[in-house]
């Protein structure tokens, strides 16, 4: 049997409750070998990769032992032992880029310290499609994907024997996707032992090695990956892979045209000193329909959304919030403010950090009067199958996906006209992924809320949306999902 470059020893994660999160986990990561650890959301996988590297969430405890290979094993609760092991022994690819790099620092600054040499720097971002200039530019420039991308480049420059990746190819596209998982098996090849956390499918084939499946903080299943995913013997795992959005079936029909949640007509933009990201582009969204955007990472798809929400302006064109001409009066879209909500990429980021979940709904009674947190929220944690147990935390405290399913809720706690979701389900893995959806468009259908879903994934937008808008920077084209 191959020796293990990392050992975990019944660990277990205990919230402040006293509430098990993680039930006495025990893995082992071979030697220049993969393992892939999948699960549905909230089930603990994350929360197995900030105990390793001692960075847990204020509030939560472990227990148990890691091993590195040929050292003696370590207690999870001795965080500063830990802590010594980050970038010499061990690296982290975590899963919002947005809070692991430094947004007062360049990309090229960080990527140094990070341990690349400066020589490398240029080779390595084109390796995965980032122009030179990337290095040049601060973290809040860069599109999701870049941002991820960085951080990918970054792990596959520094020498560090084992690389754990929590989530490492969310919110890539297609193309991109191909060059993660080519890094990864890069990675693997040169020796490297690779823990890797994921609910993407495709990534989870793609990687040769071991697999593990976790339930409510529970591993259920592992063994050789190509076998598991050909035939899991774990009920959980089998439902896991028939939620694959190839699987859905289509929900296309007819919209009411004359009932717009918003328009556009000619809009255009770009950077100064860049090529253009979009020009002389239309859209329509009546209420009561999916209108999908896809396209390359950086094309302009998350900037579009901004435009659609009056957060940012475009280069030339107008934009039509229930018939009104919003772009040459910023100002006047405030009123508007509670009807057209923007679903963010990073969930986090849209929660103010130190104060309580619940004290933050609550506040949305000033916005809207009419609305009791109280009454109206409870039945909508249950649709979305969030623990009320969460309102009392931080969101610093909670899953990825947890906070991205309470960011919808606050959303809709507003009865929004309109939502832009920027990759609202890259968080949550296949099962809790489809319901999501699934609730989604029953919400949309009900509510007749327009619904603007940014997704790199074509097979769930061909499955949801009524209309899908192609963005690429050779051309944009509408393409008509059985309309």
Not at 317 to 325: K, P
Request: proline share 7%; net charge neutral.
């Amino acid at each position: 049997m191959r020796e293990a470059a990392l050992t975990i020893t019944n660990l277990w994660v205990h919230d402040r409750d006293g509430t098990a999160l993680v039930k006495g986990v025990s893995l082992a990561v071979p030697r220049g070998g993969v393992l892939t650890l999948i699960g549905e959301t909230g089930s603990g996988k994350s929360l197995i990769a900030q105990a390793i590297f001692g960075l847990l969430p204020f509030g939560l405890q472990a227990s148990g032992y890691i091993t590195l290979a040929g050292r003696a094993p370590i207690p999870v609760g001795d965080t500063r032992a830990l802590t010594a092991l980050w970038r010499e022994q061990i690296m982290l690819i975590p899963q919002e880029p947005s809070l692991a790099l430094d947004p007062t620092m360049k990309v090229r600054r960080q990527m140094v310290l990070a341990g690349l040499a400066d020589d490398a720097i240029a080779p390595t971002l084109a390796a995965f499609d980032l122009p030179e200039s990337t290095g040049q530019a601060y973290p809040f420039a860069l599109s999701g994907g870049m941002a991820q991308r960085v951080l990918v480049a970054s792990a596959l420059g520094v020498g560090a024997p084992l690389v754990i990746a929590d989530e490492p190819t969310k919110g890539l596209d297609a193309d991109r996707l191909t060059q993660a998982i080519a890094a990864l098996r890069q990675l693997s090849a040169a020796g490297r032992s690779l823990l890797v956390i994921t609910h993407d499918r495709r990534l989870a084939e793609e990687l040769p090695g071991e697999l593990a499946i976790i339930r409510d903080g529970t591993i259920v299943e592992r063994g050789e990956s190509a076998r598991i995913l050909a035939a899991p013997e774990s009920e959980y795992g089998r439902i896991w892979l028939a939620a694959d959005p190839r699987h859905w079936p289509r929900c296309p029909r007819c919209c009411d045209m004359g009932n717009l949640a918003l328009s556009a007509h000619g809009l255009a933009f770009g950077w100064p000193g860049r090529d253009w990201l979009f020009r002389d582009l239309d859209l329509h969204l009546p209420r009561g329909s999916v209108l999908g955007i896809s396209g390359p990472s950086g094309s302009g798809k998350s900037t579009l959304g901004d435009i659609l929400l009056g957060l940012r302006q475009p280069r030339a064109g107008s934009v039509e919030w229930g018939g009104a001409d919003i772009v040459a009066q910023p100002s006047a879209i405030r009123p508007l403010r509670q009807l057209y909500q923007k679903l963010h990429q990073d969930p986090v980021t849209a929660f103010v950090p130190n104060l309580p979940l619940m004290r933050q709904f609550t506040m949305l009674e000033s916005v809207r009067p009419s609305l009791s947190v109280q009454r109206d929220l409870p039945p909508l944690l249950d649709r979305l199958k969030v623990k009320s147990g969460l309102m009392n935390r931080l969101p610093g405290e909670i899953s990825g996906g947890e906070a991205q399913r309470l960011a919808l809720a606050r959303i809709l706690l507003l009865d929004p006209v309109a939502i832009v979701a920027d990759e609202p389900t890259s968080r949550l893995d296949p099962v809790v992924q489809r319901e999501t959806m699934l609730l989604l468009r029953e919400i949309v259908d009900d509510r007749s809320i327009g619904l603007m879903l940014i997704s790199h994934d074509r097979a769930l937008l061909s499955s949801v949306a009524d209309d899908h808008l192609d963005l690429d920077q050779s051309s944009m084209r509408i393409v008509s999902q059985g309309l």
